[in-house]
């Protein structure tokens, strides 16, 4: 089902993702090479999240066991924090949401671990760009499908793939509301975009083929290939202004499309 959100429902999204924002951006900070663990940093965020006065909504999510979602190398999403050690050339996905006074709001970004090689540059540059390319078409009247395809296009004319088992969604008073948002699709297809949708777009990009495979811990999906992969996500406010970034701190300008060129500059 999807639920169009109020002006007030908007700022309330708005709030947590201020908190969401801090916890990527101090986890970003506090990853150093051949110490940090994935739990340090799920731990972190966690401790930054309730401090805010927000609950950690993945925590306990259909059993889920972690605050944050940390995904490495070859792990797309849903990976398990724990006591791996974070090397220098990783790449870690960390995907947030949090809870404040009964709303949500969900980010995620893929961090380099100090010296990375030029592929795994290249793919968090195209795979940071397809998200602003995405949110860019989230405009009222425009079809889901403009969304889609813009994130595809600009993921595959810089020779990776998409992946297509797992999409974004709407979010709101729930994680997941409808309607799915696929990163790839062609013009004019879908659902028509209106005022008041809130969704969680989120574009998860492999090196390799697109094919994913989930691993024993029922949770854990990685390229099936063995390849990199990057996650970025923000959740964005349709409204009659343009795309409305609610993932962003206190200290970032909102960005409208119609009035701030959307590239690789909110975070």
């Known amino acids: 089902m999807i639920v169009r959100k109020s002006a007030a429902d908007i700022e309330k999204m708005r709030a947590a993702g201020r908190i969401v924002a801090e916890v990527l951006e101090t986890v970003e900070k506090s990853v150093v090479a051949g110490k940090t663990t994935t739990e340090d940093l799920n731990r972190l965020a966690e401790s930054i999240c309730r401090e805010r006065g927000g609950v950690p909504t993945f925590l306990g999510y259909n059993k889920f066991p972690a605050a944050a979602c940390i995904s490495v190398n070859d792990a797309v999403v849903h990976g398990i924090p724990g006591g791996r050690v974070l090397q220098s050339g990783d790449l870690v996905s960390f995907d947030f949401a949090c809870t404040l006074n009964g709303y949500i709001a969900d980010s995620a970004i893929t961090i380099p671990v100090g010296d990375v090689s030029p592929e795994a540059k290249e793919l968090l540059r195209v795979t940071r760009e397809a998200l602003y ?107 009659k202004r343009g795309p409305d970034i609610l993932t962003l701190s206190s200290e970032a300008p909102e960005l409208h499309s119609n009035s701030v060129d959307l590239k690789v500059t909110a975070r």
């Open 133 to 239: 390319q995405g949110i860019a078409k989230a405009r009222v009247g425009a079809r889901m499908g403009e969304v889609a395809s813009a994130i595809q296009r600009h993921v595959e004319a810089a020779g990776f793939s998409v992946v297509r088992e797992l999409v974004g969604h709407g979010v709101g008073r729930r994680l997941h509301e409808g309607p799915e948002v696929p990163n790839f699709g062609k013009p004019g297809q879908g659902i028509r975009l209106i005022d008041g949708m809130t969704l969680a777009i989120e574009p998860m990009v492999n090196v390799g083929k697109r094919e994913t495979v989930t691993l024993d811990d029922k949770w854990t999906v990685v390229t099936k290939d063995g390849t990199l992969s990057a996650h970025f996500e923000h959740t964005v406010a349709i409204t």
